[in-house]
């Protein structure tokens, strides 16, 4: 689509909403007096703030673009992990908010440093740091593909503008303006989806009774699979039940319970209580959001099939171009923009995540100019794997595939240091190291599919890093 026959409105809608959140984020400026105002916000946000927080940090553009993808090709077998997700919730209600919250934290990884020791601290926290530069990169790819619908630009090119208004306002609002953009941002995209959704349901000759009925025969709006033997075949499929629930709470007990990009939002809470609340309810509004794009997908799968209309061969374009050239002018910007808004959000979080992270574990608490400082060199870092990231069949699955492989090792170790008192700081790297490996094999050499990393990962970490305590000598040295 060349510029002039661009739908001028549209833009208008776009770029009111990124000039009003850039703005609206770096209002929370004066606020920021110190790493406790700048990372945690100052631990006054209240619980409902940091829930949809959660939920918006989770979600991102690949959530948005991609799930509706996956219904389209599918069904709606992607619930069976979020199934896991609320068993994960539980999990780190019980194991790992209340040792969050003896003492104040900034990071997650402050919680390794007093069980096992600095080393153990900064390999954890490198691990998060490699794993989130590469996860966030896929992510700003993601955003490229709805920016260069809207403009016919190139994807490398496409994502500067967003990138530098998310930076801006990071940098200056810290944590507050993370969390108070993600309200208004997560609000954004879900009415954004609720409106889509009605469009395109308006589109579809007889409705959701005819959508029902032909989805209905093609086993679209198929849920639960329980189908279990143990072969190589069943564990190389993505979305069985017992693949799901496991996939959905080892991984979401790692990202929730270790990845700093979550515990961050956790540590900004006021008291444990209203943490645990905020974690708790994120998982309804999360239910809701994937069923709702699942949903989509499956009224764009119906939609194309009436229309005769062959689905492009990026599928993770399908989504977004529906809604820039089919919607009504007006809607396609208010549209595109919630895409957009997710993508910042995430964005912003992570730059956050990542600064504190670097300033705290490896700067050890370095000064808010340093802090300002982080946030931008990680989003230079951002930007070049994210120009690297053009190949990826499904950005959500490459997404969760890349958090997957490194998480089991993180979640491993921090069950070992969590409930058990014996491994020391050698044991705990030995047992990373072999969770890493072996996670590693597993996905270059054989077919398994991601959603059995975490758990895998988390068992041969755990196990190895017991198996190495029992050939500690001189207890004297352990950090307790």
Partial sequence: MAI????????????????????FGARFRSGQKSLRDYFLGGRTAPWWAIALSIVSAETSTLTVIGTPALAFRGNLGFLQIVVGYLLAR????????PQYFRGEMFTAYE?????????????????????????????VFAVSLVISIMLGTGEVWSIVLIMLLTVFYTFEGGMTAVIWTDVVQMTLYVVGAVVSFFVILGKIPGGWTHVAALAGAAHKFAIFDFHFAPTMEFFSRTYTFWSGVAGGCFLTTASHGTDQLMVQRLLSARDESQSRTALLTSWVVIAFQFTLFLVIGVLLWVYYGDSGIAAPAQMDRMYPAFLWHELPPGLAGLSVAAILAAAMANLSAALNAMASTWVVDFMH?????????????????????????????????AGLTIASIPFGALLGVFLLGILTKAPREAAAIAGMLAGLAAVLAVHWLTPVAWTWYVLIGTVVTFSGGWAAAQFQTNPKGENK
């Fill in 111 to 139: 919680l390794m440093r007093r069980r096992f020791g600095e080393r153990v601290r900064r390999f954890t926290a490198g691990i998060f740091l490699v794993t989130r530069a590469l996860a966030e990169g896929v992510r």
């Fill in 365 to 397: 608490g370095a000064g808010l100019k340093q802090a300002r400082r982080a946030t931008v060199a990680w989003a230079a870092v951002l930007l070049g794997i994210g120009i690297a990231s053009r190949h990826s069949r499904s950005v959500l699955e």
């Fill in 4 to 23: 002039g026959e661009l739908r001028y409105i549209d833009l208008a809608v776009v770029a009111i909403y990124l000039v009003g959140i850039t703005w």
């Fill in 90 to 97: 539980l999990v780190i209600s019980a194991l790992f908010l």
